[in-house]
């Protein structure tokens, strides 16, 4: 099919290779490439399938084998059940071995006894700044269900990877990706680690794509001052990083919105930064000439982001929101007045339909509203990028022009397709992957 198929049009079934090179907006290099040597979750298609998976992985680390288990990419909404495994069906299934199954978001996870034991994490006890020890009703016992710091607590209480195995991972996420057509790809969230690591590899010719990073925000200034050391035209220091909220699937993004079926206690989600401090990391950003990249995916933490940014009133061009997987139709126009980079994936589109469908179908309408924030000004590559979270899904760009033309899952019919009206061309979605510049401080 050529790129220029109407938007929408009846046949969901998109090129899967790029017209040119094209740009991975928003990675997450390490954690690609340690997802190519774990077990995924991703098969399963059901709760039982699951426990399979994991009991098998635990019988297989006995003596002289890793003595943590980490499983990734489980969608459980995709899960008959809906549901994740309970602490005690995680304990039957791996006994003594510490498991932690990630859901595929990475914003919310389950574990065993043992993994909890080794993590320190106890029912009732709060894992700041954000984390949740999910318990059952009314006590203190924990359902072994683990939301935003609390799943990486217990994720990273397995062993830190040797800088051997850093290289190894970063080396293969590089290769993945430039084996899909990209060219540049940022860096979301980036270790303090990786820009060294990345100038090693450029000086012995084994950089294949250009690469941005953005650090945590409360280490950009001391990341500034240390990337004299390993910039190059090649390999930048873009920004810092910020989460604003969680995700649909945890029921953490921040809606304006109650969700049809809400966590306990967060009928809207989670706002994850306070005004006060969003403010104050746009402001360093700003003052160090970079950019701020904010993770905000539901509709009312795009505002709050909208919000501090016009407050603030950055000198630099180039801040960005993240996912904005739902936006409210009043912050549409105000992307383009305030110069704001919607940095969207539309391939979570097609990950994330029984979640937008159970938890907020009264929303469907304002989810990935591409139509309007082109039609507002919103040019494709300038002002709207497209990349993928990878590791979270998959980088195949041929997904999200799947996502941004079709708006259903290749296969689907028309009346699974969710906000139709906002399906663009596939020219414009292979143009919102349009390389930028890493040389330049400004993208």
């Given at each position: 099919?050529s790129?220029?198929s109407?938007a929408g049009?009846?046949?969901?079934?998109?090129?899967?290779?790029?017209?040119?090179?094209i740009?991975?907006?928003h990675?997450?290099l390490?954690?690609?490439?340690e997802?190519?040597?774990?077990v995924?979750?991703?098969?399963?298609?059901s709760?039982?399938e699951?426990?399979?998976?994991?009991r098998q992985?635990?019988e297989?680390a006995g003596?002289g084998?890793?003595?943590?288990?980490?499983?990734?990419s489980a969608?459980?909404?995709?899960?008959p059940?809906?549901?994740?495994?309970?602490l005690s069906e995680l304990?039957v299934?791996a006994?003594?071995?510490?498991?932690?199954?990630?859901?595929?978001?990475?914003?919310?996870?389950a574990?065993?006894?043992?993994?909890?034991k080794?993590?320190g994490l106890?029912g009732?006890e709060?894992?700041?700044?954000?984390?949740v020890v999910?318990?059952?009703?009314?006590?203190?016992?924990?359902t072994?269900?683990?939301?935003e710091?609390?799943a990486?607590?217990a994720?990273?209480?397995?062993?830190?990877?040797?800088p051997?195995?850093?290289?190894?991972?970063?080396?293969a996420?590089?290769?993945?990706?430039?084996?899909l057509?990209y060219?540049?790809?940022?860096?979301?969230?980036?270790?303090?680690?990786?820009?060294?690591?990345l100038?090693e590899?450029?000086?012995?010719?084994?950089l294949?794509?250009?690469?941005?990073?953005y650090s945590?925000?409360?280490?950009?200034a001391a990341?500034?001052a240390?990337?004299a050391?390993?910039?190059?035209?090649?390999?930048?220091?873009?920004?810092?990083?910020?989460?604003?909220?969680?995700?649909l699937?945890?029921?953490?993004?921040?809606?304006?919105?109650r969700?049809?079926e809400?966590?306990?206690?967060?009928?809207r989600?989670q706002?994850?930064?306070?005004?006060a401090e969003?403010g104050?990391?746009?402001t360093?950003?700003d003052g160090l000439?970079?950019h701020?990249?904010v993770?905000a995916?539901?509709?009312?933490?795009?505002?709050t982001?909208?919000d501090?940014i016009e407050?603030?009133?950055p000198?630099?061009?180039?801040?960005?929101?993240?996912?904005?997987?739902?936006?409210?139709?009043a912050?549409?126009?105000?992307?383009?007045?305030?110069g704001?980079?919607?940095s969207?994936?539309p391939?979570?589109?097609l990950?994330?339909?029984?979640?937008?469908?159970?938890?907020?179908?009264h929303?469907?309408d304002?989810v990935?509203?591409?139509?309007?924030?082109?039609?507002?000004?919103?040019?494709?590559?300038e002002?709207l990028?497209?990349?993928?979270d990878?590791?979270?899904v998959?980088?195949?760009?041929?997904?999200?022009?799947q996502a941004?033309?079709?708006?259903r899952?290749a296969?689907?019919?028309?009346?699974?397709m969710?906000a139709?009206r906002q399906a663009?061309?596939?020219?414009e979605?292979?143009a919102?992957?349009?390389?930028?510049?890493?040389?330049r401080r400004?993208?």
């Amino acid at each position: 099919m050529s790129t220029s198929s109407r938007a929408g049009d009846s046949t969901p079934n998109s090129p899967r290779r790029p017209p040119g090179p094209i740009r991975e907006a928003h990675a997450h290099l390490a954690a690609l490439g340690e997802s190519l040597e774990l077990v995924s979750l991703a098969a399963c298609a059901s709760l039982a399938e699951c426990l399979g998976v994991v009991r098998q992985a635990a019988e297989a680390a006995g003596p002289g084998a890793s003595p943590f288990v980490r499983l990734h990419s489980a969608r459980v909404q995709g899960w008959p059940e809906a549901r994740w495994p309970t602490l005690s069906e995680l304990d039957v299934a791996a006994g003594a071995v510490p498991v932690v199954i990630m859901s595929f978001d990475h914003h919310s996870a389950a574990a065993n006894t043992a993994a909890f034991k080794l993590a320190g994490l106890r029912g009732g006890e709060p894992v700041p700044p954000n984390g949740v020890v999910v318990t059952e009703a009314g006590t203190t016992e924990p359902t072994g269900l683990l939301l935003e710091q609390a799943a990486y607590a217990a994720w990273r209480a397995a062993p830190e990877p040797t800088p051997d195995e850093q290289r190894r991972y970063v080396r293969a996420a590089l290769a993945a990706l430039a084996a899909l057509g990209y060219r540049e790809v940022h860096d979301l969230h980036s270790q303090v680690w990786l820009g060294p690591l990345l100038a090693e590899l450029e000086r012995a010719g084994k950089l294949s794509l250009d690469v941005g990073l953005y650090s945590p925000a409360d280490r950009l200034a001391a990341d500034v001052a240390a990337a004299a050391a390993w910039t190059s035209q090649r390999v930048r220091l873009l920004g810092g990083k910020v989460f604003a909220d969680g995700t649909l699937n945890a029921r953490t993004a921040l809606m304006i919105h109650r969700y049809a079926e809400p966590l306990l206690g967060f009928p809207r989600g989670q706002c994850l930064v306070s005004p006060a401090e969003l403010g104050l990391r746009i402001t360093e950003a700003d003052g160090l000439g970079l950019h701020l990249a904010v993770h905000a995916i539901g509709d009312g933490a795009v505002r709050t982001v909208l919000d501090a940014i016009e407050r603030a009133a950055p000198r630099t061009a180039g801040f960005r929101i993240e996912h904005a997987e739902l936006i409210d139709v009043a912050d549409v126009p105000r992307f383009a007045r305030l110069g704001v980079v919607c940095s969207v994936q539309p391939c979570h589109l097609l990950a994330d339909v029984e979640a937008l469908n159970r938890f907020v179908p009264h929303r469907l309408d304002r989810v990935l509203p591409l139509r309007e924030l082109i039609d507002s000004g919103c040019r494709p590559g300038e002002l709207l990028w497209f990349g993928s979270d990878v590791p979270i899904v998959g980088a195949d760009p041929g997904d999200s022009v799947q996502a941004a033309v079709y708006r259903r899952r290749a296969g689907a019919s028309e009346a699974e397709m969710i906000a139709p009206r906002q399906a663009i061309t596939e020219q414009e979605a292979w143009a919102c992957f349009a390389p930028g510049a890493i040389g330049r401080r400004t993208i």
